[in-house]
């Protein structure tokens, strides 16, 4: 779906930003560029939308050069969500997430219905309640998710994300990132996202493409990243957070595919608790969904559907195995 070729960009002063830089986002995917300020991932990002214009190589969108495109036309067929927001103050909830649609041409019937739908999805129901509404009329957290929202509108096969959830809280921005997880698995976009969080970047990403100096130190799986790093930079790099990383890399459905984990049979349930672990949960939100609700088992879901049980002492065995993979002592 985005193909980088080769891509550089030099800036006038002389700056090399990006270095001859090569890979691919496959359709479905969510790629994270990871780096420290400086290393490239923004400028990278930002050429896709023509927002910086590459030096030389080439980037296909969809099998089209972007730079054959309309630069205009470019932008508006790509979602753009960034840490700002950059909602309109003078635009109501409605017509800050109507604009592109408006831009291209849908009716006002096919607008309305889409800003429904959207408010819907990142969860500010009913729409009615918020359509109407100044982005200074709401918290920080639901500019954001009007912010996803207005990205959406069009229904762009791509998504890029600039550090997205930099600006809030920790709660808010862990809430909002457990939210769009689950929002992706149902809208399947693909997503090129920009952070310097390598949490985040852990548990956002399907692959990370770690950025030094406008190069592409290693792009792999979270896993094959923690548990192999690539050299003595990329290792450097994770060194003080490798003990959460172990677990953060490894989720249910990783387990379950690969036989090390068997789940009991589903339970019947009076009903569907507040409190769910998913087969995408990582070992770490599994421990600590079961220190919250201080159980000895409890039931799997894969979205709607209880797909198993999973009891505290088979989540503790695979602990132990994710700190062996990883080599971090016990």
Not at 17 to 25: G, L, T
Not at 90 to 98: R, W
Not at 208 to 216: K, N, R, S, T
Request: proline share 6%; net charge negative; with cysteine.
């Amino acid at each position: 779906m985005i193909r980088f070729d080769k891509v550089c960009k030099v800036f006038p002063n002389g700056t090399k930003a990006v270095r001859e830089i090569s890979f691919e986002v496959a359709e479905g995917e969510t790629l994270v560029l990871l780096g420290t300020s400086g290393s490239g991932k923004t400028t990278t990002m930002k050429m896709v939308n023509r927002l910086i214009e590459p030096s030389s190589g080439t980037i296909t969108v969809g099998d089209k050069d972007i730079l054959s495109q309309n630069p205009v036309q470019l932008r508006r067929s790509i979602g753009y969500a960034i840490q700002g927001i950059g909602l309109f103050p003078h635009m109501t909830v409605g017509e800050n997430i109507g604009v592109v649609p408006r831009l291209v041409g849908w009716s006002s019937d096919k607008i309305n219905s889409r800003v429904s739908e959207l408010l819907e999805l990142v969860g500010l129901s009913p729409p009615e309640q918020f359509r109407d509404r100044y982005p200074t009329q709401l918290s920080g957290g639901q500019r954001q998710r009007i912010g996803v929202a207005r990205a959406l509108a069009a229904d762009p096969p791509v998504i890029l994300m600039d550090e997205p959830f930099g600006a809030l809280d920790p709660i808010t921005r862990e809430q909002l990132q457990d939210e769009f997880i689950e929002l992706e698995s149902r809208i399947q976009k693909t997503i090129l996202f920009v952070t310097h969080d390598i949490y985040e970047a852990v548990k956002m990403g399907d692959r990370i493409a770690i950025l030094d100096q406008g190069e592409v130190q290693q792009i792999a799986p979270p896993r094959d990243i923690v548990e192999s790093p690539a050299n003595e930079f990329v290792d450097r790099f994770l060194g003080p957070h490798r003990f959460q990383l172990s677990l953060m890399t490894v989720r249910l459905s990783h387990l379950i595919k690969s036989s090390s984990l068997s789940l009991s049979e589903p339970e019947e349930a009076a009903e569907t608790p507040k409190k769910r672990l998913f087969v995408r949960n990582s070992l770490i939100e599994a421990l600590d969904l079961f220190k919250e609700v201080q159980k000895e088992k409890m039931p799997v879901w894969d979205q709607d559907k209880q797909v198993g049980v999973l009891s505290m002492e088979h989540l503790l065995s695979a602990v132990g195995t994710a700190f062996q993979r990883a080599g971090v002592e016990q």
